[in-house]
DNA sequence: ATGGCCGGCGCAGCCGGA
């Protein structure tokens, strides 16, 4: 089963290639970020058409996430726990079942948080907060659980091509980056880390010439629980979307498990 | 040359992103 993440930055201006990812990869699930759109606006018929059921949590105008999948849902949950009066639209979890069992995906969308030292910065970080909350509760379950989606980290300095560019930045702040180092300390694998050490982004700036100079940073994570790690039979990075026309400015990330009992 | 973009909203130019 390919289970992947993609922040599409604007599901409309996406579509076309949207429904060409698909197609091409192929993956089973799907968690999108930056959908940028309401539910009702959202273009599920060109999505079903190619065989997937769609769930939604969108917000006008920004932010906004979706899961995807060719098998039903039995459970879709909306919004991360912790906080009843957040009003941004970043977390997304369904359950499936495959012969093995069940898997459960949560998508995310974690705050940019820039620029530091403001509220933004703050409400990123009580976002991890609850994100490790949650994340705890749900290892407890002792399920296959994909923890997926725009982290908005740059974990290590590995994971920039020029790191002294990002001292300044929320993505790699101190704080953040041990807030994502408490999230794997409870127990979940960094799939891209499983499978290399070397230098592997997700995200080019518009900017700059970024994408030619391979000016990039890895923020787009899959962390998998142990129960979907002892499942783990490849990782993959779709690099080349980003040279196609009107890309987004991330690119699919997905990992492949083993299901079949 | 030390800067260069993009989507949404809504119809100009700002907000938000990373």
């Not at 009843?84 to 359950?95: F, K, L, T």
């Amino acid at each position: 089963m390919k289970i992947a993440t993609w922040n599409i930055n604007g599901v409309k201006a996406r579509i076309d290639s949207l429904t060409a990812w698909l197609t091409e990869a192929a993956p089973d699930i799907v968690c999108l970020q930056e959908i940028k759109s309401v539910d009702e606006g959202f273009p599920a018929e060109a999505i079903e058409r190619l065989g997937y059921n769609v769930a939604t949590h969108g917000q006008k105008g920004f932010n906004g996430v979706a899961i995807l999948s060719r098998l039903p849902f039995d459970e879709v949950i909306r919004g991360l726990p912790g906080d009843p009066d957040d009003g941004q639209s970043r977390y997304i979890e369904a359950v499936v079942s495959v012969p093995a069992g069940v898997v459960r995906v949560g998508g995310l969308y974690l705050p940019n948080g820039n620029p530091i030292g403001t509220e933004k910065f703050a409400y990123k970080l009580r976002w991890m907060e609850r994100l490790e909350a949650h994340a705890a509760d749900r290892l407890a379950l002792e399920e296959p659980f994909l923890l997926i989606g725009d982290y908005n980290v740059i974990p290590e300095p590995a994971d920039a091509r020029r790191p002294e560019n990002w001292v300044n930045d929320a993505l790699y702040q101190p704080e953040s980056r041990a807030a994502f180092r408490r999230l794997k300390s409870l127990g979940l694998v960094d799939a891209v880390r499983a499978v290399t050490d070397g230098p592997v982004f997700t995200f080019w700036d518009y900017q700059a010439g970024a994408f030619q100079k391979n000016d990039g940073i890895r923020i787009d994570h899959c962390l998998l629980s142990p129960q979907a790690a002892d499942r783990l039979l490849a990782v993959g990075v779709d690099k080349h979307t980003r040279g196609w026309e009107k890309p987004s400015d991330h690119v699919p990330v997905w990992v492949e498990l083993k299901v079949d009992g």
